[in-house]
């Protein structure tokens, strides 16, 4: 019996990592559950900073695989996947090809504006499972447009599955702790996004780690300063910081669960605080976070400031102090944390098993 194929094509551009992460760990998984019986493929940006470090087979694109619809249709019939995942990415003529060979096809969306592109009526009858990988309160109901589309055409119907977040065991916790010599709540931990996003002509990571600089020397917690792979400089050495290039997903999520206080943007590492209850302060540092962030903010688990350091400080300093603290984490322990990690990796697994 051949191998089941299963194809990623997430959103794949030099400033953003959060689609290749979620796709990257999903692969991750299945192929531990299925190993020999499964054939992993994924079609990426050659400009991304991790395009060639993926550690499945990958084809590498010019520019990002929407804009290259006739090549991505060709490998997608060459190739005969039985599922494709499009993660917040793919075009109609891509989907076709897919349902054309007689793959399942996967869309996930994670804000309102990509959760349309789902709702398009050129998806009529291509997307077999669309999931939303937001909590119900960090996106605006579907509008009434788009409730009669899909009560009028054989549309996916969009589902709320939470943020995909792979929790860290306590011997993974353990472990991280001993390796940088850290104690549980006596760090905060800074992290600007992929560390491509330019914001005012001005590198988001520098901002982060120098806001770091300043909130250590004020609080006496120790820094965390994790840069993200695309950022393009060499990673600063600090006597008072301990700075990372990057880190695997559950290294990062392990000290994210137990540090006092996340210096984050708007972006997925925002909504897996959340999950790890652990108290953000945060900025929008792309146009699509606002919106995220604003309705994250309205839970009472996350204070949003303006993308300036003095601001920064003076927001964390306020989040450390109690009785704010303590109530911040009481509100934590009352918000409906689940989240898509099961969800959506056993959803793909029976995709994968069921018969063609």
Not at 76 to 86: G, M
Not at 100 to 106: C, E, M, Q
Not at 285 to 308: E, P, Y
Request: charged share 20%.
């Amino acid at each position: 019996m051949s191998n089941k194929r299963l194809l990623f094509i997430p959103v794949s551009s030099p400033e953003g990592i959060g689609e290749y992460m979620r796709s990257l760990l999903l692969a991750q998984s299945l192929k531990a559950e299925l190993a020999d019986s499964l054939d992993i493929h994924f079609i990426l940006n050659k400009h991304t900073s991790y395009a060639k470090d993926c550690p499945f087979e990958a084809t590498l694109l010019e520019h990002s695989a929407t804009k290259e619809l006739d090549f991505v249709c060709d490998f997608i019939e060459q190739f005969k996947p039985d599922v494709v995942v499009f993660d917040c990415a793919g075009r109609a003529g891509h989907m076709k090809a897919a349902k054309k060979v007689g793959a399942k096809v996967i869309f996930i969306s994670q804000h309102a504006k990509k959760r349309a592109k789902g709702l398009k009526l050129n998806r009529i009858n291509l997307i077999d499972t669309h999931w939303v990988v937001q909590p119900d309160y960090c996106i605006e109901p579907l509008t009434w447009a788009e409730s009669t589309k899909l009560d009028m055409f054989p549309l996916a119907h969009p589902r709320n599955v939470g943020p995909f977040v792979t929790f860290a065991s306590c011997a993974q916790k353990r472990d991280v702790l001993n390796r940088y010599k850290l104690v549980p709540e006596g760090y905060f931990i800074v992290n600007a996004g992929s560390g491509g996003h330019i914001l005012n002509n001005i590198n988001c990571a520098d901002v982060y780690f120098k806001a770091a600089l300043k909130i250590t020397k004020h609080t006496g917690l120790k820094a965390v300063v994790v840069f993200g792979p695309n950022y393009k400089k060499a990673i600063p050495k600090s006597d008072e910081v301990t700075c990372l290039a990057s880190l695997q997903s559950t290294d990062f999520l392990a000290l994210m669960s137990q540090a006092k206080v996340a210096l984050l943007s708007g972006g997925d590492t925002l909504l897996q605080a959340i999950a790890v209850k652990t108290p953000v302060v945060a900025c929008a540092i792309s146009k699509d976070q606002n919106t995220r962030l604003d309705r994250c903010v309205n839970t009472g688990v996350v204070i949003k400031a303006n993308f300036d350091v003095d601001e920064i400080i003076t927001k964390i300093a306020q989040v450390i102090t109690e009785p704010f603290y303590s109530n911040f984490i009481d509100k934590n322990n009352q918000l409906d944390n689940s989240n898509s990690y099961d969800v959506i990796t056993n959803g793909i697994k029976n995709m994968l098993i069921e018969e063609r």
